[in-house]
Nanobody, 126 residues
Framework: QVQLIESGGGLVQPGGSLRLSCACS????????MGWFRQAPGKDREFVAA????????RYADSVKGRFTISRDVAKNTVYLQMNSLKPEDTAVYSC???????????????????WGQGTQVTVSS
């Protein structure tokens, strides 16, 4: 059973930065595409970013492209989301996700996700 534990959320001012981490255990990290999703109050969960098993292919939502960067460290079984130039509309609960051996583009489909983390709150406010 794969477990995903997120950390790094918090309160940040507009224009600031945060780095989220997601530690993976209980499975073969290199066999899973990894991604990040977010859900704001009253809204549906939405795709944010995804990385291939080797981390060499990435995909981003248009709303975060150029501001967020997903990366993975195979040695640490951890995936990161570096968030820069944060905006109030980025406020949400961010969740890590793992999907067995699929392309990052296919991670946009929630039905393809095998495992979810518990989520970490990101609040962008002055």
């Amino acid at each position: 059973q794969v477990q995903l534990i997120e950390s790094g959320g918090g309160l940040v001012q507009p224009g600031g930065s945060l780095r989220l981490s997601c530690a993976c255990s209980g499975g073969t990290f290199s066999s899973y595409a990894m991604g990040w999703f977010r859900q704001a109050p009253g809204k549906d969960r939405e795709f944010v970013a995804a990385a291939s098993k080797r981390g060499d292919i990435t995909r981003y939502a248009d709303s975060v492209k150029g501001r967020f960067t997903i990366s993975r460290d195979v040695a640490k079984n951890t995936v990161y989301l570096q968030m820069n130039s944060l905006k109030p509309e980025d406020t949400a609960v961010y969740s890590c996700a793992a999907a067995w051996s699929i392309s990052p583009a296919n991670m946009k489909n929630l039905g393809n996700i095998d495992y979810w983390g518990q989520g970490t709150q990101v609040t962008v406010s002055s």
